[in-house]
């Protein structure tokens, strides 16, 4: 079963940048579209973007368009958020998850099968 590790996080300045890493583990991570995910304090989870199997992304929050890219390297079974000109409204813990395209419907709501454990974002003012 997919296993999937987040790294990276940290604390930076306003207007600094941060590259985080998912690895997928115990699968490979081919097959799957990867979504990134953030919540901050008192916030609902937030998905980013999501990146299909061949690298192209689809952004689903504005206020990251323009500052946040996603890659992936799929012989490294590695999927990459780099951030730039980061903001204290960045401030939250990010998540990876798989499969953003494909997720299963309960209750009207999208479940992602596969989630790393998170990384801290902290954007200091």
């Known amino acids: 079963q997919l296993q999937l590790v987040e790294s990276g996080g940290g604390l930076v300045q306003t207007g600094g940048s941060l590259r985080l890493s998912c690895v997928a583990f115990?699968?490979?991570?081919?097959?799957?579209?990867v979504g990134w995910f953030r919540q901050a304090p008192g916030k609902d989870r937030e998905e980013i973007l999501c990146i299909n199997r061949i690298g192209r992304s689809t952004h689903f929050a504005d206020s990251v368009k323009g500052r946040f890219t996603a890659s992936r390297d799929n012989a490294k079974n590695t999927v990459y958020l780099q951030m730039v000109s980061l903001k204290p409204e960045d401030t939250a813990v990010y998540y990876c998850a798989a499969d953003c395209l494909s997720p299963r419907v309960e209750g009207g709501k999208y479940v992602y099968d596969y989630w790393g454990q998170g990384t801290q974002v902290t954007v200091s003012s």
């Open positions: 115990r699968d490979t991570l081919d097959p799957f579209a």
